[in-house]
Nanobody, 121 residues
């Protein structure tokens, strides 16, 4: 049974930082590229960032480029999203996902339930 569990969300002031963690079980973690997505109330889910199987390549949405960093630790079956210089518009439920593909058009096979991030102004 595949499980993706996010943690690290919370309430932070604008300009602050949070680090999200996604721990994965039930699959061969190193076979999957990982992504972070977010969904704000009343909006569609949007891509945030993705990292390759090895961790050597990353892609970011323009809205978070330079502020967010995605990374992974294959020994711990974990992917991270370090979020700096947070803005109120970053408020959303953040979910991690796993894919055997890579890139902006990748189809993600497994999803976590998400963790709430709220940025106050």
């Amino acid at each position: 049974q595949v499980q993706l569990v996010e943690s690290g969300g919370g309430l932070v002031q604008a300009g602050g930082s949070l680090e999200l963690t996604c721990t994965v079980s039930g699959l061969t973690f190193g076979d999957y590229a990982m992504g972070w997505f977010r969904q704000a109330p009343g909006k569609e889910r949007e891509f945030v960032a993705t990292v390759t199987w090895s961790g050597r390549r990353t892609v970011y949405a323009d809205s978070v480029e330079g502020r967010f960093t995605i990374s992974r630790d294959n020994a711990k079956n974990t992917v991270y999203l370090q979020m700096n210089s947070l803005k109120p518009e970053d408020t959303a439920v953040y979910s991690c996902a796993a894919t055997r593909d890579f890139g902006l058009s990748a189809m993600y096979e497994h999803w976590g339930p998400g963790t709430q991030v709220t940025v106050s102004s």
